[in-house]
């Protein structure tokens, strides 16, 4: 704990030299917008990384506009109730040498899952407080306090797992209903234009597409030091970060007792990015779970290594700790067209690389393609991805050893042993938007006499047809068949903090030999919608 608040002293006072860059909140909505400019030729934002800086987004487009296209400016002496609705934020202070805005955080949502006959509800109360000190430092920090009943697919999930999807681990709260926290802090500064640091607990992603079968926001927030590297043509990201495995008997089933004690994880996340002419982004990731802590256990100082590749050649894949290596591109041919896609890789035999269906040869890729203005036609964009894992991917022999955090992927929500198809089709006019959503997931579900690989956080000597066996395939098992489909409408107020009156109705489907569940789900709410929060599994 000392030497934690003794790096985040120095890291203030180093940044009070620096210019401060603020990022951009990890939300589809803002995401996809931007994603219409800094995807354009002539964009100098590597697109992979997530966050947006907005220190390299504000010379290609104004936020707030392209939010809200079309929009009247403002007037001059606009009443203080129009401009804190639809222009500014809450509470602002400024000065020569410091700046503060203050916002409330909030979800008041109710509807009703029809084919279950139950009320559904959110109600998220938080504050968020940003600024920047001495004009130097930029720094963020975030509160969220929730009460929320969820579709019985959900509640089964945060039932087993003890955690609300993507947020913070539950408590029960009256009927079938829980309560839950999230919390979320940054420090943000740059020496030059070429490099930024970043200290914080948040969430970070790595690639192009709605998933990430690298690094994805699915799970909770973790605390990280970011080091980013830009020099135009050439992109480094380092993050060092610690991860956790909870205390939960029916995820991790450890087999020790001593296990079940909240062990945390060291890992490291580096990637190297390269833009070729204007229209080529191709990149290298790899990704390393160090042993998490035990009673035997040192500290690896070798997870504070920065250099790509070192500590992957040093362990290999299939050595103590769990690697995970990756390739993302990007394809541009036109200003409204891009094409993109990822390679990830588990593990890996030589030997047994011809073998059909060698359980330790774990891979999965995704392709993928946005395509903005539609058919001449302004803010209507659409995008389509195809996403498929081979079973037993992002797993480890040892349980503790799994790419998780908090008992939730660090990469697709369904874990592993899956294909998957995603459409969206988004149009804005002025503040209303709307956006159609179609998903559907073949995978083979793990019962509890069976590890069939979609489960990542069992033991892979546990294999249902034994341990390094061939002939596994991906959707092996208990195959099931996952079909949502959804439309949103919505109007946004205030585009400082997504502030938004929305409508949603949602339907999904879930059948296998067991039987067929489906759940259609409306809700409308009032929201500041700033972070992803995933139901779509």
């Known amino acids: 704990m000392i030497k934690r608040a003794g790096l985040f002293f120095l890291l203030i006072v180093i940044s009070l030299l620096c210019v401060a860059q603020e990022n951009i909140p990890l939300n589809r909505d ?155 802090a940054l420090v943000s500064y740059s020496p030059n234009k070429h490099l930024n640091f970043q200290f914080g607990y948040d969430k970070n992603f790595i690639g192009d597409g709605y998933r990430s079968l690298l690094l994805s926001d699915n799970a909770y927030q973790s605390p990280f030091l970011k080091v980013f590297l830009n020099y135009g043509w050439f992109y480094y990201q380092t993050i060092f970060t610690s991860f956790q495995n909870m205390n939960t008997d029916s995820v991790l089933n450890a087999p020790y007792i001593w296990y079940h004690g909240y062990q945390t994880k060291p890992a490291t996340f580096n990637y190297a990015g390269f833009r070729i002419g204007k229209q080529v982004e191709v990149g290298l990731f790899e990704g390393i779970i160090f042993e998490a802590s035990a009673k035997d256990k040192k500290f690896n100082f070798n997870s504070l290594d920065p250099v790509i590749l070192v500590n992957t050649i040093l362990y290999s894949l299939s050595g103590e700790n769990n690697s995970v290596l990756g390739l993302t591109a990007k394809y541009k041919p036109l200003n409204t067209l891009d094409f993109y896609g990822q390679f990830m890789l588990d593990n890996l035999s030589l030997k047994k690389l011809t073998a059909k269906g060698y359980q330790r040869n774990n891979w999965g890729f995704q392709l993928g393609g946005k395509w903005f203005d539609m058919f001449g036609v302004q803010n209507l964009n659409m995008q389509a991805e195809y996403n498929q894992v081979r079973p037993y991917t992002y797993s480890s022999t040892d349980p503790l050893q799994s790419y998780t955090h908090y008992n939730q992927s660090l990469a697709h929500p369904l874990g592993a042993n899956f294909r998957e198809v995603l459409v969206f089709l988004n149009y804005c006019y002025r503040r209303i938007f709307t956006q159609l959503q179609f998903n559907y997931a073949v995978t083979g579900i793990d019962t509890s006499r069976s590890n069939w690989g979609q489960d990542v956080f069992l033991s892979q000597f546990s294999a249902s047809n034994g341990y390094l066996s061939d002939g596994n395939k991906v959707a092996q098992g208990i195959k099931t068949d996952i079909l949502g489909a959804g439309i949103k409408v919505g109007y946004l107020f205030n585009p400082k903090t997504n502030l938004q009156v929305v409508a949603d109705f949602y339907l999904r489907k879930y059948s296998n030999e067991y039987g067929d569940k489906t759940t259609p789900c409306f809700t409308v709410g009032l929201k500041t919608s700033l972070t992803n929060i995933y139901h779509d599994f």
């Open 30 to 184: 803002i995401v996809f917008t931007l994603d219409k400019y800094v995807n354009r030729k002539d964009s100098k934002v590597f697109t992979a990384l997530k966050p947006y800086n907005r220190a390299y987004v504000d010379p290609l487009v104004n936020i707030d506009s392209a939010l809200t296209p079309g929009c009247k400016k403002a007037k001059e002496h606009e009443r203080w109730i129009k401009r804190k609705l639809f222009r500014e934020d809450l509470f602002v202070v400024n000065s020569d040498d410091f700046h503060l805005d203050v916002d409330p955080l909030f979800d008041f949502s109710y509807g009703r899952s029809l084919g279950e006959n139950k009320s559904l509800y959110t109600n998220t109360r938080g504050v968020q407080l940003k600024g920047t000190f001495g004009k130097k430092i930029f720094f963020i920090t975030s509160y969220y306090e929730t009460q929320a009943r969820f579709p019985d697919y959900v509640t089964a999930f945060a039932t087993k797992y003890e955690v609300a999807p993507g947020q913070g681990r539950v408590k029960n709260f009256k009927k079938d209903a829980f309560d839950f926290g999230t919390p979320a």
